[in-house]
């Protein structure tokens, strides 16, 4: 087995064990570690994206450590830090371009090559004063004004939601429109907000978009999947607007399936935080207010 696919297959491992203990609330402590600590960051300050930032912040809930910030021992040595003895890394995935030649058509063709790093938080770190990490890092504080700031964001994105004396919440393809139950009808924001970014997600897979194929049956694996990814983008928009969001009770029924998909293929855990990224991406490129509440 490749050192890829061992990755994957661990990270999915620690899903399924998240999902097993938690049930539908398994994105919940990743949200509170990057909500209180911040998204991800390398050590040269880049931001983790895809299935890096859901594994490291996984194992930022899971460790407990108290800083977004991971670095290769490499990286540590360079600035003047040194990994403590005894310190267990945790794998990251990037993916890298190689070019080979076509053995039938003799032509060059560009393949796809991971490469998989082990990475230290700086907790499992020494000597390192963290001088190059800005000083005024913004607590979450789940305020009314922040939310107001993410209506303001979401109706900007330009997305057809109307909002109803209705008791469920959907996507529908066929008028590319997101139906929702009136504010009132929710017990919190966190509820409404949650929801809204689950439906958002959705509506990125329209085939203007990014054409994931929604109309799939309901109970079937694709239908799954696509809530599998509605389910992690709605946490990274969570995550990046620092709206807590609260688990939908319906998602339970997805939970066996979610969980026997992963054990059958673990590189679909790859792929459903891909697909999730690049929705959440889209949807934050379709607005035109910034409203970014990542501490680092």
């Given amino acids: 087995m490749s050192k890829a696919n061992e990755a994957l297959n661990a990270i999915a491992q620690t899903v399924i064990t998240m999902m097993n203990e938690h049930g ?3 994105t919940k402590p990743w949200k509170d570690a990057v909500r209180v600590h911040g998204q991800p960051t390398s050590a040269k300050k880049r931001p983790y994206t895809g299935i890096n930032r859901i594994s490291l912040g ?3 809930a899971i460790h407990s450590h108290n800083s977004p910030v991971f670095g290769t021992f490499k990286q540590w040595k360079s600035l003047g830090a ?3 003895k005894g310190s267990k890394g945790y794998k990251v995935i990037f993916y890298t371009t190689v070019i080979v030649k076509d053995k039938d058509t003799d032509k060059d063709k560009a393949l796809p090559c991971a490469k998989v790093y082990t990475v230290f938080n700086s907790d499992q770190v020494e000597n390192w004063n963290g001088s190059w990490l800005e000083d005024d890092i913004e607590e ?5 004004s922040n939310i107001n700031d993410v209506d303001q964001f979401i109706n900007s994105i330009g997305a057809n939601i109307t909002l109803d004396n209705s ?13 929702m139950p009136n504010k009132a009808q929710f017990n919190d ?3 409404y907000y949650g ?18 194929k929604l109309n799939t049956r309901f109970g079937s ?3 799954a999947f696509e809530e599998l990814i509605a389910e992690l983008g709605g946490a990274m928009l969570s995550g990046i607007t620092g709206v807590e969001a609260t688990p939908r009770e319906d998602h339970a029924i997805y939970l066996n399936n979610w969980m026997q998909c992963l054990k059958d293929e673990p590189k679909a855990i790859q792929k459903a935080c891909s697909l999730a990224e690049k929705a959440s991406q889209f949807i934050l490129n379709s607005s035109s207010i910034i409203v970014m509440k990542e501490a680092a």
């Fill in 24 to 26: 539908t609330n398994w």
């Fill in 58 to 60: 996984l194992s930022m």
């Fill in 82 to 84: 040194n990994v403590k």
């Fill in 140 to 144: 979450f504080d789940q305020q009314w």
């Fill in 167 to 179: 008791n469920s919440a959907f996507y529908r393809p066929s008028t590319d429109s997101i139906h």
């Fill in 189 to 191: 924001a966190q509820g």
């Fill in 195 to 212: 929801t809204l970014f689950h439906e958002l997600v959705h509506w990125t897979g329209h085939e203007t978009r990014e054409d994931r």
């Fill in 221 to 223: 694996d694709k239908y």
